[in-house]
């Protein structure tokens, strides 16, 4: 809750120095109940003065130098109970108009040159390179297409003749489309893809067995079933949605028109062997409609386990049946499954679901979804489709999260503004998928965009297990569902609530369970669910999330639902090259103004004052690790300077300076044209003010030379507020007093050690003075109550863009320093925590990143088709 250019405030915690009531970092950070309440009415302040704003940033990027120190002053004074005017208390922005000009950053967005002008020319062009790359994909999706889909496509009979296929078309593409090992799907497969093979290939071979062509072809895919059979049984291997019954059922199928399948009778009984015990339990928990159907195929499956506390319910399994209902053929009730039609036409987004339902019903939307496949993607089709909302959206989501959305704003809006077009009209693609619409629920909240969240209540924890995805433990849509629900700003919002609870339940449950540990192809997903669960976006800092998404981004796009697939559009190579050229353009730059930053203090002789907390790491830190653009640097050094002058001028006035030097200081700042040498009673005061002078002028300079007028007036009288609200602290503190509005985030923290000093907290005082007698631990879940509903409505009035004229980078600032308090007073008192300081050195020597090496299938660029 930091304003722009006061980076970390005044630090606390234990010190060797004694210090009453603990005066720490939470005190001047705004780590009180008040914090919330008065970031609102900064807003009001902002907007009421905005025609005196002078701001740093692009013109997409403003930040009001004007506020620099304002919100902490505010909260310093909100704190010691100063601010009095009843019109604060209101948070209704007033209508006003903005004035003025918006002054530019120095640029420093260009490509470091460390190696040589030739090598920072290359640097230039291959960045510039990757970025157009990207630029372009935001026109098409790319998704490879499904021999497994395109062979059920395949056996659709003609209406004319039903010796005929009505898409002849795919049975071509399937002669032509066998590898050179007999089988039938992506080329270079992963090892441990072979059932997806083996479920490809014999759906291949029963389509062209089905139309008496491809003998040669059919021959090959036995042996290739034959030579690879065991692997149908190895428990170890990824299997595609369904694969233990349409593998077998199709097995049979091929027997009934005697194809030569050399398939010994222990490996046929170990394929059909799993399922009698599953039988009983799978009539007992689905619909009775449904027992015949599966008593009449001699198939049983080997489901996931259902006993896990999630996901136990018949609605489930009824869409799990009806999604792999190919398998089931004319034993299916092929009237119930036409209830998960969609208004595309297709059940489910599955071609082959669809390819089968069409075969039995005739039905003329499943056609028209059909012939919309073939006319867009030609003689093959995907596993699913339509995919192009998910896609694009998961671009979007990809680019932020790998810190590099800030070069392409223009593609991102242009996608959000679908989206939400998308939104308004009720688009099935995005209601009727879990993922998709969390997904542009949170995108669009975050962008500004008015949404509500009762969309979201279609997949409360009984809806979402109800579900094919809640069958299928959609880790990933469980994971976006929870994403979504951090961002709750209407007190009305509940569901999100729930929705929070049910999913980290559900996603730390599944993290223990040792399949989905062990497995490569949940390794990235794994490492992502466990970084959302330890850090919530309340309290995650852009650099540091950034660099741990790089960490797990998986470049292998590939996923698997009834065959595996890849979408370059989820997973891309760019998208991780980008972003760690453009973390390591920018760690560069930090580490120049860090170095910076250390001549400062010296020049500024900061060091000499033996009094003073050096904390220009952490000042420093939390102004990087929000505004870590390379053209923000005026923006990070101010925010880091004037933190650093605020920890300095809090130990001077709590422990460091005399009675005589603190008034002597604040006349001081109230002159201003003084003579220092004269004027200074002590050298200590000659240094602080000295030190502030030099600063403030110079951002009065850097302001006048972008906007073509003074603001340093306004910057001092800043100043002087902090001063005096210190100097009644320090009259607090000498008769014994303290502020009573509490430090909640800080206190909570530092309860136990505070006791034990004979000091007096926030909690202390709420157990002492409540009206009921309370616990400890009753006390801290009253203030983390406070904490969160004040969190929430500060969150509102950054996100909410209708009345405000607030530009969002500036609101962006009062929620970035929220994070920094909650990332820092997560477990204990932050600015001194040895933890928290191992973090703050860590992020001060991070060195350049290299991209990180992934398990990937190579891709193959002729299994892409241009959506």
């Known amino acids: 809750m930091m304003p722009y250019g006061m980076g970390m405030p005044a630090g606390g915690g234990s010190r060797a120095t004694s210090r009453s009531h603990g005066n720490d970092c939470g005190r001047f950070c705004g780590n009180s109940m008040a914090l919330y309440q008065q970031a609102a009415r900064s807003f009001r302040y902002l907007v009421s003065n905005w025609d005196q704003a002078t701001v740093l940033g692009s013109p997409s990027q403003m930040v009001p130098m004007r506020i620099m120190p304002t919100l902490l002053i505010a909260l310093k004074e909100i704190s010691l109970g100063l601010l009095k005017d009843p019109k604060l208390s209101t948070l209704i922005v007033p209508k006003k108009k903005i004035h003025g000009n918006h002054i530019l950053p120095q640029a420093a967005s260009t490509i470091p040159t460390l190696n040589g002008e030739a090598e920072g020319n290359t640097a230039g062009l291959n960045f510039e390179g990757t970025k157009l790359r990207i630029k372009k994909m935001f026109n098409k999706v790319d998704l490879t297409v499904s021999s497994y889909d395109t062979a059920w496509v395949a056996m659709v009979p003609s209406p004319n003749s039903l010796t005929d296929p009505f898409f002849p078309e795919c049975v071509n593409w399937l002669l032509g489309n066998q590898l050179h090992d007999g089988s039938w799907g992506p080329p270079n497969l992963h090892p441990l893809l072979m059932k997806d093979a083996l479920l490809s290939t014999i759906a291949c071979i029963l389509a062209l067995k089905r139309w008496s062509v491809g003998e040669e072809q059919i021959n090959k895919g036995l042996h290739f079933i034959k030579s690879n059979l065991a692997s149908a049984n190895d428990e170890e291997l990824h299997s595609p949605v369904g694969f233990n019954i349409m593998f077998p059922a199709m097995i049979e199928s091929a027997m009934k028109l005697d194809m030569n399948l050399p398939l010994g009778a222990p490996t046929l009984d170990a394929l059909f062997h799993r399922r009698e015990h599953e039988l009983k339990r799978l009539s007992s928990q689905i619909g009775k409609e449904w027992i015949y159907v599966i008593q009449s195929v001699h198939v049983l499956v080997k489901i996931m386990e259902m006993h896990c506390g999630y996901g136990s319910n018949s609605e489930g399994w009824r869409a799990f049946l009806a999604y792999i209902s190919e398998g089931f053929g004319k034993s299916q009730d092929w009237e119930l499954v036409m209830k998960y039609q969609r208004k595309n036409g297709s059940l489910f987004n599955s071609p082959s679901t669809t390819a089968a339902a069409f075969t039995h019903l005739k039905n003329a939307d499943c056609l028209k979804y059909l012939r919309t496949l073939l006319e867009k993607f030609g003689n093959a089709v995907p596993t699913v489709y339509p995919l192009e909302n998910y896609a694009r959206l998961s671009m979007v989501a990809s680019l932020e999260s790998l810190g590099i959305d800030r070069h392409f704003r223009e593609e991102i809006r242009s996608v959000l503004d679908e989206t939400y077009r998308c939104w308004l009209h009720g688009d099935e693609d995005i209601f009727s998928d879990a993922a998709t619409c969390a997904m542009a629920f949170r995108l669009l909240r975050v962008n500004g965009y008015d949404v509500s969240a009762d969309p979201l209540s279609q997949f409360s924890e009984d809806c979402f297990f109800n579900s094919l995805g809640g069958y299928l433990k959609d880790i990933g849509a469980a994971l976006e569902l929870l994403r979504a629900s951090e961002f709750i700003i209407h007190p009305d919002e509940s569901v999100m609530e729930k929705q929070n609870y049910w999913t980290s339940h559900f996603l730390k ?202 603001v340093t007036s306004h910057v ?99 929620w970035n320093m929220s994070k920094v308090l909650h990332l820092f007073y997560a477990k204990n008192d932050g600015f001194t925590a040895h933890d928290m300081m191992k973090t703050v050195m860590a992020f001060q020597l991070l060195g350049n990143l290299e991209a990180p090496q992934c398990d990937c299938i190579p891709p193959n660029p002729d299994a892409f088709i241009l959506k």
């Not at 490569?520 to 490492?527: P, R």
């Not at 006791?755 to 926030?762: V, W, Y």
């Not at 616990?775 to 509903?789: L, P």
Request: with cysteine; charged share 25%; glycine share 4%.
């Open 716 to 814: 001092i009288e800043i100043w002087l507020d902090l001063l005096k609200s210190m100097s009644k602290e320090a009259e607090w503190l000498r008769n014994k007093l303290m502020s009573t509005s509490g430090r909640l985030l800080n206190d909570i923290q530092g309860f136990k050690r505070e006791s034990a000093e004979g000091k007096l907290n926030a909690l202390t005082l709420a157990m002492i003075h409540g009206n009921r007698v309370v616990t400890e631990e009753e006390t801290i879940n009253e203030m983390k109550s406070v904490i969160m509903s004040k969190r929430r409505e500060l969150l509102r009035l950054v996100l909410l863009e209708k009345g405000s004229i607030v530009p969002r980078a500036c609101k962006d600032l009062f």
């Open 509 to 710: 449950h599944e993290l223990s369970n040792t399949l989905v540990q062990g497995h490569i192809f949940n390794k990235h997903i794994v490492l992502e669910v466990e970084d959302v669960l330890k850090f919530p976006s309340y309290a995650n800092l852009g650099r540091l999330s950034t660099r741990r998404a790089i960490k797990y981004y998986n470049t292998d796009s590939t996923r698997i639902l009834k065959s595996s697939y890849r979408c370059l559009n989820i997973g891309n190579e760019d998208f991780l090259k980008l972003a760690v050229d453009d973390f390591n353009i920018c760690q560069s730059i930090h580490r120049e103004e860090l170095n910076h930053l250390a001549r400062w203090i010296g020049e500024n002789r900061l060091d000499k004052l033996n009094f003073a907390r050096q904390k220009l790491a952490y000042c420093y830190f939390s102004a990087a690790a929000t505004l870590f653009a390379p053209e923000l640097s005026d923006a990070r050094i101010s925010w880091a300077k004037n933190g650093v002058l605020t920890t300095v001028v809090d130990d001077f006035f709590d422990i460091g300076g005399s009675e005589e030097e603190l008034v002597n200081l604040i006349q001081l700042v109230e002159k201003w044209d003084v003579n220092v040498s004269v004027d200074c009673c002590s050298e200590h005061v000659e240094i602080i003010f000295s030190a502030l002078k030099n600063t403030i002028n110079e951002i009065g300079v850097k302001a006048f030379k972008w906007q073509g007028r003074s």
